[in-house]
């Protein structure tokens, strides 16, 4: 019998000048960046809440505590690889996941496919296993003022088979 588990994560930055802006993985090139204990990736923080809620096993802050120096200006991609590890060790491996990214400027539509990229290598998938998809807010809410960032994800997992 196979065994299927749907997660969901969200993440929110503030925006700030003097900041980079990190979204799957890739560096944004814009004037505002995020504020954040690591290097602030949204996108990859949400698929990283997605996966861990799928599996019951918390959620970003629980596995990876932003009161950690451990953790301080960390590479998301490399919190992206412990979190699929943890998929892994539990005997799931991902089916799909599909992302949105939430802000008004910059127009991320020439970076999406270079993220779906980035995120497929880090966490060993096929690029076709990964959606990602930006839109604006209509200049309504946080995101619409250029105050800040958020990402939204779900994803798909299946248990292995012969997995214990």
């Known amino acids: 019998m196979t065994s299927f588990r749907i997660g969901f994560g969200m993440d929110v930055h503030r925006l700030a000048e003097g900041e980079t802006l990190w979204l799957g993985g890739v560096l944004i090139p814009f004037d505002k960046g995020t504020v954040a204990h690591s290097d602030g990736d949204v996108l990859i923080h949400a698929i990283c809440d997605a996966l861990l809620g799928a599996l019951k096993l918390g959620d970003i802050g ?11 200006n960390i590479d998301s991609k490399i ?11 539990k005997g799931y491996s991902i089916v799909n996941i599909d992302a949105s990214v939430c802000v008004q400027q910059p127009r ?6 270079s993220m779906e990229n980035t995120l497929a290598g880090v966490m060993g998938i096929d690029a076709g296993q990964v959606s990602v ?24 997992v299946t248990k292995k088979q012969n997995h214990d």
Request: aromatic share 10%; hydrophobic share 35%.
């Open 62 to 72: 629980k596995n990876f505590p932003d009161t950690s120096a451990e953790f301080k």
């Open 79 to 89: 919190l992206l690889s412990r979190t699929c590890q943890l998929v892994q060790n």
């Open 108 to 113: 991320l539509s020439p970076y999406i496919a």
């Open 133 to 156: 998809k930006a839109t604006t807010t209509e200049q309504l809410g946080f995101e619409g003022r250029g105050e800040g960032i958020s990402a939204y994800a779900v994803v798909l």
